[in-house]
């Protein structure tokens, strides 16, 4: 027995392992060409998008570890079942709980392995690429300008187009820059070149406008007011100011608060390792197939039913931040329903099929 608990947890493992490689190949291979078509449109550099990615892995492999948990026991144990392995190990006393009990070694260490991630890894790896985005968007919102290109900043606040850019990206030509103020009014300016300098006391970035025009209007006074200039600076936006406040998918465990937005990040933190273990146990009673069947014919109505579970607790996160569900119920009714659901497909490995 001891040699089949062995050969069982390795084979969990390498098929997990292979599975997770290719979940996670799909999704960052889908996010990294959105990313280049954001460094594309000049969000920022396209040199820092494979430092993005890197810092997004904890999130990606938050969500991916437990369906390719799912996947290595569904594929693992059909495969036990298809070639009458596993009728030989029942023959020898193997029951339900006893199988539970040996899958627990690959299948704790995977759990352990997504709430570190999601309680620990995660919000750090979110921090830190919440202050590396806002620091390239604030330092590189010069260098990323691509001529003939309308570049929006500031939420859609401010609007920046050049005709053209010198060879070492330092100057620009023919530049408009269209700025919606907090007043309401809004500034328009023409320019026949820029270039950028920098405060060396506050740090701080401007747009050093050479020969052009400024326009300011207000659409409620009609009032139109028109200067000239020959040089003029444009203050570009500080990362303090975009960094108004943390994200909540960036804060620490033990900082999450009490409203809405807080609460539903707390309960999915929490939401994800269960669904991992959950989906374990779901795994094992939904795995057993007939002997002419093949290892891989419970593999789609499996994701069927970890789908559905995981769709369940995103719908549910979303209501939590409406508030359409009170906190204190927040995603429990979801894991006591799939748990029950799970331990009725684990009673039935016990009778004959």
Sequence with gaps: ?????????????????????????????????????????????????????GLRLPEFLQLVAPFALYVALLLTLGRMYAEQEMVVLQTAGLSTVRLLVWVSGSVVIIVGLVAALAWVLTPLSQRVLLDFVTQQRAQSEFETVNPGVFHTYDYGRRVTYSQDISADRRVLYDVFISQRLETGATVNIWAQSATQAVDERSGSRFLILN??????????SMDVRSMAFKQLSQRLETVDKRRARLDVEAAPMQSLGSDPLSRAEWH??????????????LAVGISRVQPRQGRFARVLPGMLVMLVY????????????????????????????????????????????
């Design 1 to 53: 027995m001891t040699v089949a608990l062995r050969h069982l947890n390795r084979e969990i493992m390498a098929v997990f392992l292979v599975t997770l490689a290719l979940l996670l190949l799909v999704a960052v291979g889908g996010r990294f060409i959105g990313y280049l078509q954001e460094a594309a449109m000049g969000k920022f550099t396209g040199t820092t998008v494979l430092t993005i990615i």
């Design 310 to 353: 995981y769709l369940a607790l995103v719908v549910n996160q979303n209501a939590l931040r409406e508030e359409d569900v009170p906190a204190d119920v927040g995603l429990w009714g979801v894991h006591l329903s799939f748990a029950i659901l799970a331990v009725v497909l684990a009673r039935r490995l016990a009778q004959p099929s």
């Design 268 to 281: 999915w933190r929490v939401a994800l390792p269960l669904f991992t273990l959950i989906g374990a146990v």
């Design 211 to 220: 020969d052009g025009r400024r326009y300011e209007f207000s659409i409620d």
